[in-house]
């Protein structure tokens, strides 16, 4: 009889664990099916997201590298919504010296509000900087604290990121963020 007991308790207890871990993983939504939007600069031009309009003046000579001479930028981006400027972004690299510069924008701290990233950096895998917009000033804030971050997945019900893995020999872990506001609050590395 108490061997029956033991079997339907550890049943139990399995299939409540079990059921916990299927609640928690239900929220988790992989980035790369959510919808984003981009935009590809590659000269001065004007480009439109939403209600939001971009105007970016291209220089060819933004930066300088000894392996490849001179290579592109936006030297100035003007960002207005509904006609009324909110604010003027300078020097904005190709950090990756392709000619282009993607913007994609999403809701990356889930606020409700339509945020962007550019790449900064592009090896054996690729990095973006992080402009989150900021309702209470009308413009979009550069989150150095979000520079490298690589998003797997997102729990919009929580507000958590979990980081996409490096996938080279010495770095395997993720990292589970909190997302507070605009800040980024480090939960535990896995």
């Not at 992080?130 to 998003?151: A, C, G, H, S, V």
Request: net charge negative.
């Amino acid at each position: 009889m108490n061997s029956i007991r033991i079997y339907f308790s550890s049943f139990f207890l399995l299939c409540f664990i079990t059921s916990i871990q299927a609640q928690t993983t239900a929220n988790w939504t992989l980035l790369k099916d959510e919808p984003t939007t981009q935009l590809v600069f590659t000269s001065s031009t004007t480009k439109q997201v939403k209600d939001y309009t971009f105007k970016a003046k291209w220089d060819d000579k933004l930066s300088y590298s000894e392996n490849i001479g001179y290579y592109g930028g936006i030297a100035e981006l003007k960002i207005s919504k509904d006609n009324k400027e909110l604010q003027s972004i300078r020097n904005i690299e190709d950090g990756i010296a392709l000619g282009e510069i993607r913007f994609t924008f999403y809701d990356y701290n889930m606020d409700g509000h339509i945020d962007f990233t550019v790449p900064i950096n592009c090896s054996n895998s690729c990095y973006d900087a992080y402009y989150l917009y900021n309702p209470e000033t009308n413009t979009f804030e550069y989150q150095k604290d979000w520079d490298y971050l690589r998003i797997q997945k997102l729990d919009k019900k929580n507000k958590q990121i979990l980081s996409q893995p490096e996938g080279t020999a010495r770095d395997i872990e993720q990292k589970l963020y909190k997302v507070e506001g605009n800040n980024l609050q480090l939960i535990k590395k896995l």
